[in-house]
């Protein structure tokens, strides 16, 4: 592999997606995309006795079901990274336990599922692995407990909060794949000062805003060379802020940005306010939706920029300000001389 521009890292080898496996909750199947999801569950407790287990086996599933689309056994598998929203990265660790892959966890907040494609893609890339895999989860009870007020308080929400989704993307890298990974780039953590905890989506724009035009300014692109430009997950409220703040610095997303918190939900049939959010919205919509529409050619090009809010409890009691941040990954259908 070799970095183009400042940031960007492109993959000459462009590893390609062996699997994927999407899983949700009985919210998500009801959605409009309800259908592209591999697994649902009605029951979101997974017949564990607490919302963390519960989010653990959403894991465990999705990471199931990619293996059995690429293909392989846990054994053919030699690394595998994973991160959620709780402390320790809980979820990931106790849910993927029993496979005994090694394992290096990530936490990036929502934008997990794209850190954790980006240090596959480039393990893969590298020689360092045959085959990884990417994997996250979100639970909307596990994360309420955490981040919020437990569900038992019966709190109001406000009109910029966003709905987590309970379910969890996994995908598996290797060296082929009718999906292929052409570039990269790590984004960097932005604080402008936004503490309020029930509106992420002004939290996490001004991260997205800078990866996107760092990665474009790198690459020599415009937005219109993708079918599309997937965010995740700004909602309603940091949508708009991207597009206002690019479009300042000359740079109009209109027409090619879609978010993945917008497109989730029905937000006005499902009342999630300001739409989805959560390691598990942008990886289920990923693993499910838009790999989906790669493989069967709807799509031939794409950006996948999924956003995370870095903060934590701690951080939150202590009055500090909510750092955000965006990784970007470049995925095209099957290029031209690419074998």
């Given amino acids: 592999m070799k970095r183009v521009g400042r940031q960007t890292l492109q993959f000459d080898r462009a590893p390609g997606i062996l699997g994927r496996g999407a899983v949700g909750g009985r919210k998500e199947a009801a959605g409009p995309l309800g259908a592209d999801f591999h697994q649902t569950f009605d ?14 086996q959403l ?16 054994q053919d598998i030699h690394l595998i990274f994973a991160g959620d929203l709780l402390n320790q990265c ?3 660790t106790f849910g993927l336990l ?11 907040a929502c934008s997990t599922m794209a850190q954790t494609l980006l240090m596959a893609s480039i ?15 979100s639970h909307f009870c596990s994360a309420e407990r955490q ?5 038992e308080y019966g709190a109001q929400r406000t009109p910029t909060a966003q709905w987590t989704a309970t ?24 604080d402008l000062g936004v503490k309020d905890p029930a509106n992420m989506g002004a939290a996490m724009a001004p991260a997205a805003a800078d990866s996107i035009y760092q990665y474009l300014t790198d690459t020599g692109t415009q937005p219109q060379d993708y079918d599309g430009i997937f965010t995740g997950d700004l909602g309603a409220v940091g949508s708009t802020l991207l597009l206002d703040t690019l479009r300042d610095n000359g740079v109009d997303l209109s027409g090619v940005h879609k978010d993945c918190g917008l497109m989730l939900y029905d937000r006005e049939r499902q009342d999630v306010h300001a739409g989805g959010s959560g390691c598990g919205c942008s990886a289920s919509v990923l693993c499910g939706h838009l790999l989906g529409r790669l493989e069967r050619g709807e799509l031939k090009n794409i950006l996948f920029c999924a956003t995370g809010a870095l903060m934590s409890t701690t951080s939150q009691q202590q009055g500090q300000g909510i750092p955000g941040v965006c990784h970007v990954v470049h995925l095209a259908a099957q290029p031209a001389g690419i074998q």
Avoid: N
Avoid at 167 to 174: D, H, K, L, Q, R
Avoid at 175 to 186: D, I, M
């Fill in 167 to 190: 379910a969890a993307g996994c995908a598996i890298v290797g060296r082929e794949g009718p999906v292929r990974v052409l570039h990269g780039l790590a984004g960097k953590a932005v």
């Fill in 98 to 108: 029993d496979y005994h892959i090694p394992f290096l966890g990530q936490y990036g």
């Fill in 90 to 92: 809980i979820s990931s």
């Fill in 59 to 74: 894991q465990k599933e999705a990471l199931a079901v990619a293996m059995k689309g690429a293909g392989c056994q846990p």
């Fill in 123 to 137: 393990m893969v890339d590298c020689g360092a692995a045959e085959k990884a895999a990417a994997v996250t989860s």
């Fill in 43 to 56: 029951d979101t407790t997974l017949q564990e006795d607490s919302w963390e287990k519960a989010e653990a």
């Fill in 147 to 151: 981040f919020r007020t437990p569900l």
